[in-house]
């Protein structure tokens, strides 16, 4: 059975982060996969007129990340290894990733990610490697 109180819980300890005032970014978790939506803005722009690399990579690890902390219900996981493929670039309209829980073992987890642009176009790709730390999910992480 799903734990979708734990979902809406990780859901508000995202919006709650103060790195994602800037980038404004919506989450919605289900079990072993979340998805990500994000404005694209021009000041996320490098000096060729399309979107930095690091908003893809925000995007990417978010999704991949609470993708495989919906599997995990006591403790906050950690990034530990991240591969990214920037595949095209993008200018206008929303980045949405897609996150999903493709191994689990014993405390580690492997995580592919998708964005997609306005059209649907794939954008970039990545997978991540995630373990369990020793944070406890809980008000001080703002998990409430």
Request: charged share 25%; aromatic share 12%; net charge negative.
């Amino acid at each position: 059975m799903p734990n979708t109180e734990h979902f809406r819980k990780l859901e508000r300890m995202y919006a709650d982060a103060p790195c994602n005032e800037y980038y404004e970014p919506e989450l919605s978790i289900e079990e072993g996969k979340a998805t990500l939506t994000m404005p694209v803005k021009e000041d996320q722009f490098h000096a060729a007129n399309a979107v930095h690399g690091s908003s893809y990579f925000k995007a990417l690890d978010d999704a991949a990340f609470f993708a495989v902390n919906s599997l995990v219900s006591d403790v906050f996981v950690l990034t530990s290894q991240f591969n990214l493929y920037l595949t095209r670039p993008i200018t206008e309209g929303w980045m949405e990733a897609v996150g999903e829980v493709v191994h689990e073992s014993g405390s580690q987890f492997i995580a592919d990610a998708v964005v997609r642009d306005s059209d649907g176009n794939v954008i970039a790709r990545g997978t991540g490697n995630f373990i369990k730390s020793r944070i406890k999910l809980d008000e001080d992480v703002g998990y409430r």
